[in-house]
């Protein structure tokens, strides 16, 4: 076992881990940033390897430049270890002056025998990033049926389509990045349908818009994905969802629907649009198991709870991006910055404080737009799978009128969430489902997962 010792260690390296690193380095840490890809650059930044690259990947990326060069800054800098393909699977809470016991497998996922890694760095940086979130409908375990953020990988990493008429729905600006990405593959994109009805999506993005001048940058991000709607003419249509997917071995074609302002389907408003593949996002989930795994507090809405340094309720640990809310690059960024330079005891600039707090408004007219409305179980049928891993239906989660139970009972009863993915696809849609029926007891959640990665029985063993 490699047994390695640094002053901050990053779990993580999108733009939240990258900035945290690279400001970590500013203030003299010795520095060792890791992550599970084999690549650096998390979601954002997904791209063809070295001994594959496009000439076309800077048209593809948003901020391309800037990551460059925090890329190579990183891997030549002599303070600073880069370790890819490396993937922690357990957090442990430390006593003897480390912030955590981290523990690692590093190498191929397939790998027979993968080099353990223990870490016990005495800062930790968590920026583990998210999930992205997909509300079942009936036909949605169909092949041809993707996450966006699966459509999007296959885009910027492989440079494949999903399918050569594709339809993207959800909620959220992700649907016009996705909708970009399957465009430069080549795929015809039919439409875009978003959930959010005109006036949420008023509510959200109007309301003092002289605040908007201040993210210029996003601004321009979207400013482009609109010209690129309006030049291959795709139809954008606000207040409308996917609620089945149909075909005969793979889905052939999908039908959508209006939907009011809490998602609940309009009667009569039906139609079906021919399709071979679709691709869909309500959103994202933010990736808690290591964090709940090192003690740190979760708060009501379901993230990382910090204070205004980045810190986590446990001493010398540190969050930052998607794991503390939901808000995009400019955030993610932003928030591993003072993260980075925190853990490394520097000083925070207030440029940077401010530039927090403005994506930090962002990110609430995000939610304010596109978040998840109650009405969407309304276009779930009894037989419509929920736990894909378990095949488990929604009438087998339903609670009969006055039966109570709880989703722990409820998890050993239908094994909803107990399958190969542990209910990171699934566990926020059997909670939401289950608190609809008054019958739920208990706060008890889905998130917990102490072992957060595959480990063969073999490599636990030899620990
Ligand atoms: C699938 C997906 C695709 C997305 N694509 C886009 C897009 O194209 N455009 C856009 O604007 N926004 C996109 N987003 C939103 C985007 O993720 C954020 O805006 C931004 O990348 C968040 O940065 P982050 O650093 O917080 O997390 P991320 O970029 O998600 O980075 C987190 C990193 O942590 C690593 N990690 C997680 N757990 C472990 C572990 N146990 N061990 C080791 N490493 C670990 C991951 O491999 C990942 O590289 C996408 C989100 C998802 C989920």
Redesign the pocket.
């Known amino acids: 076992m490699e047994s390695r010792m640094s002053d901050v260690l990053v ?7 990258l900035h945290a690193a690279s400001r970590a380095l500013d203030a003299g840490a010795e520095v060792t940033v ?4 084999d690549l650096v650059g ?3 930044w997904r791209h063809l390897p070295d001994d594959r690259a496009a000439a076309d990947e800077a048209q593809l990326h948003h901020g391309w430049k800037s990551f460059q060069q925090l890329r190579v800054r990183l891997e030549e800098h002599p303070r600073c270890r880069v370790l890819t393909g ?4 357990a957090i442990e809470p430390e006593e003897h002056g480390a912030a955590a016991r981290v523990h ?1 497998l590093s190498g191929p996922s397939g790998a027979l025998r993968r080099e353990e890694v223990l870490l016990t760095p005495e800062r930790l940086v968590l ?6 979130r997909v509300l079942p409908f009936p036909g949605w375990d169909l092949p041809g049926v993707f996450s966006a ?1 699966a459509a ?2 296959l885009a ?1 990493a492989e440079r494949v389509a999903v399918g050569e008429r594709v339809l993207v729905a959800g909620a959220g600006p ?1 649907l016009l ?1 996705t909708a970009a ?1 399957l465009i430069a593959t080549g795929a015809t994109v039919v439409g875009v349908h978003e959930a959010a009805g005109p006036s949420a999506l008023c509510r959200g993005w109007l309301s003092r818009p002289w605040e908007l001048a201040s993210s210029a940058r996003k601004l321009t991000e979207l400013a482009a994905y609109v010209t690129g709607h309006l030049r291959h003419r795709i139809p954008y249509v606000a207040g409308s969802a996917v609620i089945a997917a149909e075909g005969n071995g793979r889905v052939e074609s999908v039908r959508v629907t209006r939907l009011d302002r809490d998602w609940r389907p309009v009667a009569r408003t039906e139609r079906d649009i021919a399709v071979d593949a679709v691709a869909v996002s309500h959103g ?1 989930t933010p ?1 808690l198991e ?1 964090a709940i795994a090192a003690g740190c507090a979760i708060t009501a809405d379901r993230f990382v709870a910090v204070d205004a340094r980045q810190a986590t309720t446990v001493p010398g640990v540190y969050a930052a ?3 503390t809310g939901i808000g ?2 400019a955030l ?1 960024a932003v928030e ?1 910055a003072i993260a980075g330079l925190e853990a490394a005891g520097g000083v925070i600039p207030r440029q940077l404080l401010a530039e927090r707090a403005r994506q930090r408004a962002f990110a609430i007219r995000l939610e304010r737009a596109h978040g998840i409305r109650p009405g969407w179980t309304d276009w779930l049928c009894d037989d419509t799978t929920i736990c894909r891993c378990e095949d488990v239906p929604f009438g087998a989660l339903s609670l009969t009128e006055g039966a109570t139970q709880s989703l722990r009972a409820a998890k050993l009863s239908t094994r909803a969430g107990l399958g190969s993915c542990q209910g990171r696809t699934c566990g926020r849609t059997v909670e939401e489902i289950l608190r609809q029926s008054p019958g739920l007891l208990g706060t008890t959640t889905t998130d917990q997962r102490p072992i ?2 595959p480990v063969r029985l073999g490599e636990f063993a030899r620990e």
């Open positions: 779990i993580g390296a999108g733009p939240a881990g890791l992550d599970a890809h998390g979601q954002f490396t993937e922690v699977w690692a920026a583990t990033g998210a999930h992205d953020g999007q990988a910027k992700f990045a990405s994202f990736r290591l991006g998607e794991l995009g690059m993610s591993g957060a990665a």
